[in-house]
């Protein structure tokens, strides 16, 4: 029985809207169906509209209003707007998807989740980042138990960019998050070459931040300058993840897709002489269903949500502590 196919409307027909969810949806012919979109440029959308025979409405409030859609993606960058969009789209009885950052604060993010939870309908935040190859290799690692008790967690990313780097950033904070294995994070301390207090999506610049869980391992997040090597180790990169137990270290290579897995390597260092064994997770993680398979099934079954209101909030709450700890240049008792 072929599963009940989703009708969409598309918030936001830039790159975002166009480039990711768009492909998406085409990825998931079978399981959605884009009707309409809008955007604040009226010639982004009816471009987009033409492109893929969808009808373009005359305003992101129309687009919220039609009752043939089910399901409102607000795909617009950068995220001022989806406050408005979400809580506006949970009073008409639609379920949404919120690119990420998921909002410009911590008080939006509750707002979209109590108007969510009134309305009885789903709120699901885009961090398509949990299913790059390297993230499910260390998810993996961690929750599987084979490095032993979990002491230290390193998840940072080099890249070269100005401005705020709050859009990729995020990416980073939500997947650090998500490694906690369900543990609240009580301590916070970071560093930030350029935070800016009074409004943090404004913070520029390279930034690391170590948090602690209340059973005491240390995580390592951050956006760290590119490493263009020296006389010891030429044009060397980092490792993507470092994962630190009382049985073991892995080392995990930045690695994005699917199609790469096989040519990047694991690198495991026991302490206790044992075998990590055959990493068969690389074909079974990778197998897992995505973002919008899992987002069907939560909507037509009941399933869980791929990635929860709440875990976008997670994530914008902890950037905010990250900009405060720099600003006051001291470590934050947190409950995470």
């Known amino acids: 029985m072929a599963a009940e196919r989703i009708k969409v409307g598309l918030a936001g027909c830039g790159g975002a809207g166009r480039n990711i969810h768009m492909f998406q949806f085409g990825r998931h012919a079978d399981l959605y169906e884009v009707v309409?979109?809008?955007?604040?440029?009226?010639?982004?959308?009816e471009k987009l509209a033409a492109d893929y025979g969808l009808r373009a409405m005359e305003s992101v409030s129309a687009l919220v209003a039609d009752p043939e859609i089910e399901l409102i993606v607000a795909a617009t960058k950068p995220p001022v707007t989806h406050r408005d969009?979400?809580?506006?789209?949970?009073?008409?009885?639609?379920?949404?998807?919120?690119?990420?950052?998921?909002?410009?604060?911590?008080a939006e993010c509750a707002e979209m989740v109590a108007a969510s939870a009134a309305a009885g309908k789903i709120l699901a935040v885009h961090h398509n980042r949990r299913w790059d190859v390297d993230f499910l290799n260390a998810r993996h690692v961690v929750e599987s138990g084979v490095l032993g008790e979990m002491r230290f967690v390193r998840n940072e990313y080099t890249a070269g960019f100005e401005g705020s780097p709050y859009d990729w950033g995020i990416h980073i904070i939500?997947?650090?998050?998500?490694?906690?294995?369900?543990?609240?994070?009580?301590?916070?301390?970071?560093?930030?070459s350029a935070p800016t207090c009074a409004d943090p999506l404004e913070s520029e610049g390279y930034f690391t931040c170590r948090l602690r869980t209340e059973d005491g391992v240390a995580h390592d997040c951050g956006m760290l300058p590119p490493a263009n090597g020296n006389?010891?180790?030429?044009?060397?990169?980092t490792p993507r993840f470092a994962l630190f137990g009382t049985e073991g270290v892995v080392y995990q290579t930045w690695c994005q897709r699917p199609q790469d897995a096989f040519g990047k390597t694991l690198s495991f260092q026991s302490t206790t002489g044992k075998a990590l064994g055959d990493p068969s997770f690389l074909r079974t993680e990778l197998s897992v269903p995505d973002f919008y398979d899992r987002l069907h099934t939560a909507i037509?079954?009941?399933?869980?949500?791929?990635?929860?209101?709440?875990?976008?909030?997670?994530?914008?709450?902890?950037?905010?502590?990250?900009?405060?700890?720099?600003?006051?240049?001291?470590?934050?008792?947190?409950?995470?």
């Not at 650090?176 to 560093?191: D, H, I, N, P, Q």
């Not at 006389?231 to 990169?237: H, R, S």
């Not at 209101?309 to 008792?333: F, K, N, P, Y």
């Open 36 to 45: 309409a979109c809008a955007d604040v440029v009226a010639a982004s959308a």
């Open 85 to 106: 969009i979400a809580v506006a789209a949970a009073a008409a009885g639609k379920h949404v998807v919120v690119e990420k950052p998921m909002a410009t604060s911590d």
């Open 174 to 192: 939500d997947q650090t998050m998500a490694l906690s294995r369900g543990k609240k994070f009580v301590e916070l301390s970071a560093t930030f």
């Open 300 to 336: 037509r079954e009941g399933g869980p949500v791929p990635v929860t209101g709440e875990d976008g909030r997670r994530a914008v709450r902890a950037w905010e502590l990250i900009c405060q700890s720099a600003c006051e240049g001291r470590t934050l008792e947190v409950s995470l």
């Open 231 to 237: 006389v010891f180790l030429p044009g060397a990169m």
